[in-house]
């Protein structure tokens, strides 16, 4: 497969697309993975991210960590960012907002191994940490740490 042929059926890259409105409306896409067969870590850090408390409408905000070991995907990462983004103004428990960005990206990428670091910042005076992975790494696979101090003033 050609280099240009692997982009072809991506409509967001390049192009300027606005915030989608929902992560539902936010649409995932993939590139096929040039080094399939491979074991190694893909890591995207989102130490920014909002959503919205459902009941209050308050703003909450995390630090996000995404560790994957692709299969046959990679994730696009400005439609990642364009799907992290639409929970800007979306309301869920940090639990579901966490729990959706992994199954989301499990279902588009299918990776050998996956895993998620939700580290939402204090509201009421109490941080919730919410931590999602597929199973076992890979054998042998290098894997540092998330890196994220428990809460402290996190910043």
């Known amino acids: 497969m050609s280099q240009q042929a692997v982009y072809t059926n991506l409509t967001q890259l390049g192009a300027?697309?606005?915030?989608?409105?929902?992560p539902e409306q936010a649409v995932l896409e993939r590139v096929v993975n040039p080094q399939q067969g491979l074991s190694f870590l893909v890591r995207f850090t989102a130490p920014e991210f909002t959503s919205l408390c459902p009941l209050t409408g308050q703003p909450d905000f995390a630090h996000i960590m995404i560790d994957y070991v692709p299969g046959e995907w990679l994730v696009e990462s400005k439609s990642l960012k364009l799907f992290l983004?639409?929970?800007?103004?979306h309301g869920a428990f940090h639990e579901d907002c966490t729990i959706a960005i992994a199954l989301r990206l499990v279902a588009c990428l299918h990776p050998q191994w996956l895993r998620l670091g939700g580290y939402w910042y204090p509201?009421?005076?109490?941080?919730?940490?919410v931590f999602y992975q597929t199973g076992e790494p890979p054998k042998g696979l290098w894997i540092p740490e998330q890196g994220v101090a428990p809460y402290r003033g996190r910043g």
């Open 16 to 22: 300027p697309v606005k915030l989608p409105e929902s």
């Open 85 to 89: 983004g639409s929970f800007r103004n």
């Open 123 to 129: 509201r009421g005076g109490m941080p919730i940490d």
